[in-house]
């Protein structure tokens, strides 16, 4: 793997700085209520450093996005499991106890961002939730933990549907119920048919 530069790890950490910030203003006050000047402002950096690195406040919604991606795959891929059911059940877990600690109201402006925004970042199978499961699901089927019917790629999108469905809901809710407990059960009762008896 090519070494970065200390110009390039200094981008990246600046980067990480201007989201996080972003997401910290807007858990707080909400999408539309927080200005770039304000992101720059608590960031501690210049709107033109800001444009260096977004083309818009939109932008950060989509690298938000990535990061909890990220920090998902970090903790999901550091622990064993005993089988695929398992793995795919803490993806889930370990996901939504993300988004309860982001908020209903940043999770709802994500998904307004979402569904007006031309880039389809959270519905890419290349996602690290989508890409996971359906290795997961391979592998299960590969076991004979899984039905030999079962479409793995298939699967992955229903399992995704559901999860979104769930923080939509969540978020209709005003997040007055648990999002990972709820989220659980229903993917259990949803992955039941396709094991293997």
Not at 187 to 196: A, D, G, M, P, R
Request: with cysteine; net charge negative; proline share 1%.
């Amino acid at each position: 793997m090519k070494q970065l530069t200390s110009r390039q790890k200094q981008a990246m950490v600046t980067k990480l700085k201007i989201t996080e910030k972003a997401m910290e203003l807007i858990k707080i006050h909400g999408f539309d209520a927080v200005k770039i000047s304000d992101i720059c402002e608590g960031a501690n950096i210049s709107t033109g450093a800001f444009y260096h690195y977004f083309q818009s406040k939109e932008n950060i919604i989509e690298n938000a996005y990535m990061k909890i991606d990220l920090l998902v795959e970090e903790r999901v891929e550091s622990l064993q499991y005993d089988n695929s059911y398992d793995k795919i059940l803490k993806i889930f877990q370990i996901a939504m106890e993300s988004f309860e600690d982001l908020g209903y109201k940043f999770m709802a402006d994500i998904f307004k961002h979402s569904i007006t925004s031309p880039s389809k970042y959270s519905i890419e199978s290349t996602r690290y939730p989508y890409d996971a499961i359906r290795k997961a699901i391979e592998k299960g089927v590969a076991s004979g933990e899984f039905l030999s019917t079962t479409d793995a790629t298939k699967l992955s999108w229903d399992c995704m549907r559901i999860g979104r469905g769930m923080v939509f809901d969540w978020c209709f809710y005003e997040g007055n119920y648990s999002l990972q407990e709820e989220t659980e059960k229903l993917i259990k009762v949803f992955l039941q048919s396709f094991i293997s008896k």
